[in-house]
Nanobody, 124 residues
């Protein structure tokens, strides 16, 4: 069974850092598109960063220069390094994948494999 499990969330003060991990199982997820998304209370889920099978990366404008997405093919794991965190980064963060999908990474609504989410809270 294909599965994604996130970890690494927590509470941090503004300006701090966190590293999220997303361990995939069931298929070679890191060979295809994966991404990080977030949803704050009362807001729609939004794309944070994606990386496709060729390693092409996209970032939301709000996180460019602060967040870095990466993957470890040997561990079949996706990461999100978050630096210079702001209060507006507070949200539930989700890992998602487009199993066997070809590049480029699809629109948010086309991801059909999601993790359970990990909470990130940034206090000012």
């Amino acid at each position: 069974q294909d599965k994604l499990v996130e970890s690494g969330g927590g509470s941090v003060q503004a300006g701090g850092s966190l590293r999220l991990s997303c361990a995939a199982s069931g298929y070679r997820a890191t060979d295809y598109c994966m991404g990080w998304f977030r949803q704050a209370p009362g807001k729609e889920r939004e794309r944070v960063a994606t990386i496709d099978g060729y390693g092409t990366i996209t970032y939301a404008d709000s996180v460019k220069g602060r967040f870095t997405i990466s993957k470890d093919r040997a561990e079949n794991t996706l990461y999100l390094q978050m630096n210079s965190l702001k209060s507006e980064d507070t949200a539930m963060y989700y890992c998602a994948a487009d199993p066997y999908g070809l590049p480029p990474c699809p629109d948010i609504y086309e991801y059909n494999l999601w993790g359970q989410g990990t909470q990130v809270t940034v206090s000012s």
